[in-house]
């Protein structure tokens, strides 16, 4: 099973700010680069943020990473229908070498 | 346009073996490390294999080790998979991915191959 764990789902509004929290511990998150992944229904997954908080070209500015001590968050602000998905968090492990999160299901109400 | 296109997957019986290819087009594929990470049926993603350039290091995840091998070959821009005694709970998509120059992010991903493993 994941070491990282994160809310099963999360909704908010077209326009509202959503945030997705993903809790680690100190061998993976609070030691190593946290990633963000987006998976929309029957597609491969896409990056969305790496190293913590960097956003790869063609990511909008409205996706932002964070992390603090052994847990790290996306926010998605200005909520659109296109942010519907699977998120998941990811980070090398110390024990277990790379590890997903528990992925949120984001719904655009 | 990086491409990444994996292929191999198909129904095979528990017990049995499957090789897997994902082929890379439009980077130099033999600057990076590559990786597979599986997805089963209504589930989440999990990590399988990574390998680094050479095709030297090899790191898996711990249920799997010893059952999978990843391999590559640079000179026909191509990654492996050879699973080994499958099953049922191998089932799953198969995803080869690149792995990105700034800390083991995997910043492009193939389509995915489904396998199944059932009698």
């Known amino acids: 099973q994941s070491v990282l764990t994160q809310p099963p789902s999360a909704s908010g509004t077209p326009g509202q700010r959503v945030t997705i929290s993903c809790s680690g511990s100190s061998s993976n998150i609070g030691s190593k680069p946290v990633n963000w992944y987006k998976q929309s229904p029957g597609t491969a997954p896409k990056l969305l943020i790496y190293s913590d908080d960097q956003r790869p070209s063609g990511v909008p500015d409205r996706i932002s990473g964070s992390k603090s001590g052994t847990s790290a968050s996306l926010a998605i602000s200005g909520l659109q229908s296109e942010d519907e998905g699977d998120y998941y968090c990811a980070a090398r492990d110390d024990s277990v070498i790379y590890v997903f999160g528990t992925g949120t299901k984001v719904t655009v109400l | 346009e990086v491409q990444l296109v994996e292929s191999g997957g198909g129904l095979v019986q528990p017990g049995g073996s499957l090789r897997l290819s994902c082929a890379a087009s439009d980077f130099t594929f033999s600057s990076y490390w590559m990786t597979w990470v599986r997805q089963a049926p209504g589930e989440g993603l999990a990590w399988v294999a990574y390998?680094?350039?050479?095709?030297?290091?090899?790191y898996y995840a711990g249920s799997l080790e010893g059952r999978f091998t990843i391999s590559r070959d640079n000179a026909k821009n191509s990654l492996y998979l050879q699973m080994n005694s499958l099953r049922d709970e191998d089932t799953a998509v198969y995803y080869c991915a690149r792995i990105g120059k700034s800390g083991y992010n995997f910043d492009n991903w193939g389509q995915g191959t489904l396998v199944t493993v059932s009698s």
């Open positions: 390998t680094n350039q050479a095709g030297s290091e090899r």
